[in-house]
């Protein structure tokens, strides 16, 4: 006989002779080949689905992304060449000007433009003037334009007016010289008085401020989208603020909570019962990199790339025949073992439940056993909203509307939790596997979201948005024959923009 | 087997697939003979084993064990229901006649294959239990539930089993 070490010791060599995962070829341990013949005719045809949803999801961003991007660079580009050619137009239309002698050495440097309150700083230098030039700006709303005062030999006052002639801003020496000493031949045109009464400052109309007579324009088109305007017999370069100025790209973060809200329409007919009890969406945190063009001053284009993850949650209420004829015998109990496919938010699901009965317990032969049956299934995914943002009262900033689309990409699903409560006293849910096929699931959701925000500025670069908005879904997330399940999203944001 | 092959196993990547299957066949093949005498029956069972291997990898989690323990699992719940549809017959014994040989010194010689042969030569009930109990390592409570057999049941086919063993390896030595 022997003891207990030697039986332990006899146990031990058995496991670990058969432990060894790294067996040698042998002839005795090797299966047939067609054992990987048939298992690989039971494998889904090689179908890269999963890339492949991925991949055609991006390049269809991609090309929007890129549509979107040329689009507006044909219509930034076909917009500069509209400007210009007005400019040329109205340049062309002016009447007589009244000229300004200057004398030699006169020059303007770090003088603005103001366009609605915001500040376009622009550089003038005039040197060895001999002849005469005028400067156009044209097609401003509201105001706009920079009066040159002449006092002596020097451009030393820049005034900007609004349509109704007030000052907005006084640039250069406060103290306006106007008609100060014999030699200047200010005009009413440089005084804030008399241009009051000439009202020329319409909107739309080009202003003309400070003009000389003989000009020569030629006008280029800078890389800077600004306006070259280089005064070829008097060699006086300038430049100005072309009409309408795209804003540099803005860079931002956000992080925000989404609100789920359910629409389930219809009823859900499933081979095990029909009865689909509940099922909801819990809330996200979302976190977000942001991309913002200004497209006008009042109009501005957002490329958001955000990611977050949701649980779905859905409650089954199941009534399954027991069968006695059916049970295997497991010591004290009975198990009866049920297969289904159900259809869910995962797809058809693969369901094995084991429901117990003690020897003892009385059951008759296909009672109803009633059970609710819950999963939940946890979706992370990439949002990729394009949307368009509208500040109606300032450029910018204040508050703005936000209307675009967002485009979900799902990157991962899984079963997060899977329970069962029998409501029969005598028979037991013992337990329950679930198995899908991620490659039912879909991969891709679209939304419109229309919102309200508010930013302000809190530097000369920096800004904070404040911004709920609601996203209408348009795709299923759940759908089977009578029965569908859209998802809306109610976002609340903040985020942090600087320009690049 | 890393955990990136294992993703693109999941994703089906046919090529991924091959190499899992090239990496465990074998082990898992010795596997199923210990619970099938018949080679077509661990042919079988490979079979079924690796198709759900396939269809329900996504479940398997790193952090609970490595990809063998996970298979060994998977491929002795296979073999198990496999021998429920044989109708599993377990006869009882009685306690008194029972006696246990051992013979650690023999078995350590002998090659896998004539273990496992040996092990294959078992009746049915016997092998279960034994390979239930000795080598996966699961206890009498355990097996009984897995088997729908009560705890002295499985006692005793152990008990059996090894008698049975001792029997046979005294033949081979």
Redesign the interface.
């Known amino acids: 006989m022997y003891n207990m070490e030697d039986r332990n010791n006899l146990n031990n060599i058995f496991r670990d002779r058969f432990n060894n995962e790294d067996i040698p070829k042998e002839e005795w341990n090797t299966p047939d080949h067609e054992v990987w013949e048939n298992i690989e005719r039971t494998l889904p045809k090689k179908e890269d689905k999963s890339s492949k949803s991925t991949l055609i999801p991006f390049l269809l961003s991609l090309a929007l992304l890129s549509f979107m991007f040329l689009g507006y660079k044909y219509f930034e580009k076909a917009q500069k060449v509209n400007d210009l050619e007005i400019l040329l137009k109205e340049c062309s239309e002016s009447k007589e000007i009244p000229s300004y002698n200057f004398s030699a050495q006169n020059s303007i440097t770090q003088t603005s433009i103001v366009k609605n309150d915001k500040s376009i700083k622009s550089s003038f230098e005039a040197s060895q003037v001999n002849n005469s030039f005028y400067l156009v700006v044209k097609g401003l709303t509201n105001i706009q334009a920079p009066n040159l005062n002449i006092n002596e030999n020097i451009f030393d006052d820049v005034k900007v007016l609004s349509s109704n002639g007030n000052i907005i801003s006084n640039f250069g020496p406060s103290d306006l010289n106007l008609n100060k000493g014999a030699n200047n031949k200010l005009d009413s045109i440089s005084s804030e008085r008399e241009l009051n009464s000439a009202n020329k400052f319409e909107k739309g109309r080009i202003l003309e401020v400070t003009p000389l007579n003989q000009m020569e324009l030629m006008m280029l088109l800078s890389s800077k989208n600004r306006l070259l305007i280089d005064f070829t017999n008097t060699n006086i370069p300038m430049i100005i603020s072309s009409k309408k100025t795209t804003g540099p790209w803005m860079i931002g973060v956000s992080s925000g909570h989404i609100q789920w809200v359910d629409h389930k329409k219809g009823r859900l007919n499933n081979p095990l019962s029909e009865l689909l009890l509940d099922e909801n969406t819990s809330s996200s945190f979302n976190l977000q990199l942001n991309f913002l063009k200004v497209l006008h001053p009042k109009l501005s284009l957002n490329l958001g790339l955000g990611i977050y993850s949701r649980t779905q949650s859905s409650t089954y209420r199941l009534s399954l025949p027991y069968s006695i004829a059916n049970e295997t015998s497991h010591g004290n109990e009975f198990h009866n073992y049920f297969e289904h496919s159900l259809p869910t938010s995962l797809g058809n699901i693969n369901t094995n439940l084991t429901l117990a009965r003690s020897i003892s317990s009385n059951v008759t032969n296909n009672e109803n056993v009633d059970l609710d049956f819950s999963l939940a299934n946890k979706t992370r995914a990439i949002n990729v909203p394009i949307t368009f943002i509208y500040y109606p009262m300032n450029n910018g900033q204040g508050l703005y509307f936000e209307t675009g689309i967002n485009t979900e990409l799902i990157y991962q699903q899984k079963l997060a939790k899977v329970t069962t409560n029998s409501f029969h006293s005598q028979v037991d849910d013992r337990d329950m596997k679930v198995a899908f096929d991620r490659k039912q699931i879909e991969q891709i959701n679209f939304a419109i979201p229309l919102g309200i925000g508010y930013s302000k500025k809190l530097g000369s670069n920096i800004s904070i948005d404040f911004s709920a908005k609601y996203g209408f879904g348009l795709s299923n997330v759940h759908m089977h024959e009578g029965f569908t399940h859209k998802i809306d999203r109610i976002t609340s944001q903040i985020s942090v923009f600087k320009s690049l | 087997m890393d955990t990136p092959k294992l993703k693109l196993c ?5 090529s991924a ?2 190499e899992l ?1 090239d ?5 898992l ?3 199923c ?2 619970y099938f005498s018949d080679v077509d029956d661990a ?1 079988d069972a ?2 079924d084993g ?2 759900k291997v ?3 990898l ?2 398997f989690d790193a952090l609970k064990g490595s990809i ?1 323990s996970w298979l060994k699992k998977v491929f002795i719940n296979t073999c198990l229901e496999k021998l ?1 549809k044989k109708k599993l017959d377990f006869v009882n014994v009685d306690d008194s006649q029972i006696i ?5 010194d023999v ?2 010689t002998l090659g ?2 004539e ?2 042969e040996l092990i294959q030569s078992m009746p049915t009930g016997y092998r279960t239990v034994f390979n239930l109990y ?2 996966e ?1 699961y206890n009498h409570s355990e097996i ?2 897995m ?5 002295s049941t499985s006692k005793t086919q152990l008990m059996k089993a090894k008698n049975f063993l001792k029997g046979k390896i005294e033949l081979v030595v």
């Open positions: 999941i994703d089906g990547n046919r697939q091959k299957y990496s465990y066949n074998r082990a093949f010795v596997l003979q210990r042919q490979l079979q690796f198709i396939y269809r329900d996504y479940q063998y429920r246990s040989y051992y013979e650690p078995i350590s896998l294959k273990i496992t000795v080598i390592g009984a539930q088997l729908g057999i009560s705890e």
